[in-house]
């Protein structure tokens, strides 16, 4: 069974561009999150999307958004590029019922680095 | 929102000690923690979880209790191996929104 896949792995763009990162989740998931991963904050959580929808989000602002297509794909865009962007994007997928207690498989992200 | 808080930040132990992380969260109607070992340069990949309608989960070495009243949950690795050497990652879960504590580095010395 083929895991979480994440492209590009990496990503340079220059400040002010947009960018959009991609996440093929496990087949049969339901559930994408989005983090951005950087060395002082830790995991910080963007949003998730569940059947399509977006069914929470993080505290994050508005140029960085998301969608899922109905092969639960996802994608996130960042409009804008700040240099405090620079940071690893991982995406999850969970939840074949739609259950939220259940095992996040994470990909294996995408280096962003903003000049 | 969620706030997870996790401590220490970093955890130093001889080969063969225990070490404890705890958490804490804010949110009540988090239903779900799992916790999360993340090696340098790899994706984080769960260890163990636990339910709120559950006090303690064991598997092998490591172990997770959960005080839902303190809104506190702790995880436990016993015999510690250099191969357990990473940074740990606490979450609470409350219906796909799962928020991350700052992780903790643990350092296992042979």
Known sequence: KAGVTQTPRYLIKTRGQQVTLSCSPISGHRSVSWYQQTPGQGLQFLFEYFSETQRNKGNFPGRFSGRQFSNSRSEMNVSTLELG??????????????????????????????V | ????????????????????????????????????????????????????????KKDQRIAV?????????????????????????CAANRWGDMRFGAG????VKP
């Open chain 2, 1 to 56: 929102g969620e706030n997870v808080e996790q401590h220490p930040s970093t955890l130093s132990v001889q080969e063969g000690d225990s070490a404890v992380i705890k958490c804490t969260y804010s949110d009540s109607a988090s239903n779900y923690f799992p916790w999360y070992k993340q090696e340098l340069g790899k994706r984080p990949q769960l260890i163990i979880d636990i339910r709120s309608n559950v006090g303690e």
């Open chain 2, 104 to 107: 903790t580095r643990l350092t």
């Open chain 1, 85 to 114: 962007d620079s940071a690893l994007y991982l995406c999850a997928s969970s939840s074949i019922q739609g259950a939220p207690d259940t095992e996040a498989f994470f990909g294996q992200g995408t280096r962003l680095t903003v």
């Open chain 2, 65 to 89: 209790t959960l005080n839902k009243t303190a809104k506190h949950f702790s995880l436990h690795i016993t015999e510690t191996q250099p191969e357990d050497s990473a940074v740990y990652f």
